[in-house]
């Protein structure tokens, strides 16, 4: 039996269970010690699993942003769930077509790293 991709899950939470609008909140407190947990994060993948929300925040700060953790997220492939959106325009980004729930269980049967 041939070993599946696994799917990891990355969440950006407060102390105190906050987990909306990330983007209102970690960037005054990244420093070097959140870099390496994100970096941590990221170790191994080779794609990003994102929802409507997330990909418009991510593609709204990630692109003006350089680095080595700006390198690797801007780099890396992008998958977007969303029934909404009509098209990507970040880098190395596509929609996910047809049904999700298929899409992602024929992903974790290719080869490659961790989603």
Do not use: C
């Not at 209102?24 to 080779?46: C, I, K, R």
């Not at 680095?67 to 996910?96: F, H, Y």
């Amino acid at each position: 039996m041939t070993a599946q991709r696994k799917i990891t899950a990355g969440l950006f939470i407060s102390l105190d269970g906050v987990v909306e609008a990330p983007d209102t909140w970690h960037f005054p407190y990244l420093n070097d010690e959140m870099e390496a947990a994100v970096g941590e994060m990221f170790a191994g993948a080779d794609t990003l699993l994102l929802g409507r929300k997330t990909y418009e925040s991510f593609a709204a700060a990630w692109p003006q942003r350089s680095g080595e953790m700006a390198d690797g997220i801007n780099g890396i492939r992008k998958l977007v769930a969303s029934t909404t959106l009509t098209g990507t325009d970040w880098n190395n980004s596509s929609l996910i077509e047809g049904d999700v729930v298929t899409a992602v269980k024929d992903l974790k049967q290719q080869p490659g790293g961790t989603v």
